[in-house]
């Protein structure tokens, strides 16, 4: 597709499980983020792809949490052993690795933990 | 490090008439972008308008323009003509300049409401 696509969109786990969501970028887009929304907020930074590269997981909130992108193009985050306040929108940005090009969005997924 | 801050939660505006929504960043940097993105509730952030911060000229997009001030690190968000297709969260962004490697950092967002 001509879009940043990411599944499932909507997610229900239960306390305690792992789950795994996917990103799907634009083609030739090297640079890839992520970025967690809580509800009622603005997204935060999670971690940074370049291509296969993991440059930035400074954002990452804890080492449940993991993110690979092993081909450079579609990436995986991991979040092991869930917590309710893990709950949040999941978003998926990709770009150009060019100065001046903007970040195009997924529709996220939406994770909740009961 | 680098915040963004929108004071207006909610917002509401009358169709035809025009809306201004707020937004202040804290920076050291000389050198970043601003955007304006737009998330409905499908929730896929769309990119609406951006500016880069060496670039005097205000930046506008059909009905959409900004007021960006940077000596006050104010980059507000004009729009005219407002529609019903208006209505969704608006949120304020900042990045540095360099490169395609840089994170977005957004402000809580402004809700806008459009009334018929």
């Known amino acids: 597709g001509a879009g940043v696509s990411q599944s499932p969109r909507y997610k229900v786990a239960k306390r305690g499980q792992d789950v795994a969501l996917r990103c799907d970028p634009i083609?030739?887009?090297?640079?890839l983020f992520w970025y967690q929304q809580a509800l009622g907020q603005g997204p935060e930074f999670l971690t940074y792809f370049q291509n296969e590269a993991q440059l930035d997981k400074s954002g990452l909130p804890s080492d449940r949490f993991f993110a690979e992108r092993p081909e450079g193009s579609v990436s995986t985050l991991k979040i092991q052993r869930t917590q309710q306040e893990d709950s949040a929108v999941y978003l998926c940005?990709?770009?150009?690795?060019?100065?001046?090009?903007?970040?195009?969005f997924g529709d996220g997924t939406r994770l909740s933990i009961l | 490090a680098q915040t963004v801050t929108q004071s207006q939660p909610e917002m509401s505006v009358q169709e035809a008439e025009t809306v201004t929504l707020s937004c202040t960043y804290d920076?050291?940097?000389?050198?970043?972008?601003l955007f304006w993105y737009k998330q409905p509730p499908s929730r896929q952030m769309i990119l609406v308008i951006r500016?880069?911060?060496?670039?005097?000229q205000n930046a506008t997009e059909n009905r959409f323009s900004v007021n960006f001030q940077k000596a006050a690190k104010s980059f507000s968000l004009k729009i005219s003509d407002s529609q019903l297709g208006d209505a969704a969260m608006y949120f304020c962004?900042?990045?540095?300049?360099?490169?395609?490697?840089?994170?977005?950092?957004f402000g809580k967002g402004t809700k806008l409401t459009v009334n018929p």
């Open positions: 940005a990709s770009s150009l690795f060019l100065e001046n090009q903007p970040q195009h």
């Open positions: 083609s030739g887009h090297v640079s």
């Open positions: 962004a900042y990045r540095k300049d360099q490169g395609g490697s840089e994170k977005l950092v």
């Open positions: 920076t050291s940097e000389s050198d970043y972008y």
């Open positions: 500016q880069e911060a060496y670039k005097q």
